[in-house]
């Protein structure tokens, strides 16, 4: 069983928005920092966004800075990727990880696809 299950891609225009979700099925959620990571046909897997365990601490990468944010509900196990003002560079199968630090995947879901037409 997969313990993470990424949803809310789609296929936007460029200046739409959509909200991603990852939903932890496992125990001690609040363990666990999450990274939200992108990989685009033919291109390297990058880190987007990620959210320490209770501190609030954040990170982003520079093209996403002001038009992305990442957040969790401790309560809900879940870790939200709000994406606003999409552009097509967006266009990417995003995956969520869970691991002991920011940018760690010991644990992987499965990935939902978001694709910005311009």
């Known amino acids: 069983q997969v313990p993470l299950v990424e949803s809310g891609g789609g296929l936007v225009q460029a200046g739409d928005s959509l909200r991603l979700s990852c939903v932890w099925s496992g125990r001690a959620f609040n363990s666990f920092a999450i990274t939200w990571f992108r990989r685009a046909p033919g291109q390297e897997r990058e880190i987007v966004a990620a959210?320490?365990?209770?501190?609030?601490?954040?990170y982003y990468t520079n093209p996403v800075k002001g038009r992305f944010t990442i957040s969790r509900d401790n309560a809900k196990s879940t870790v939200y990727l709000q994406m606003n003002s999409l552009k097509s560079e967006d266009t990417a199968k995003y995956y969520c990880?869970?691991?002991?630090?920011?940018?760690?995947?010991?644990?992987w879901g499965q990935g939902t696809q978001v694709t910005v037409s311009s």
């Open positions: 990880a869970a691991g002991a630090t920011l940018g760690a995947g010991a644990h």
């Open positions: 959210i320490g365990t209770t501190d609030g601490n954040t």
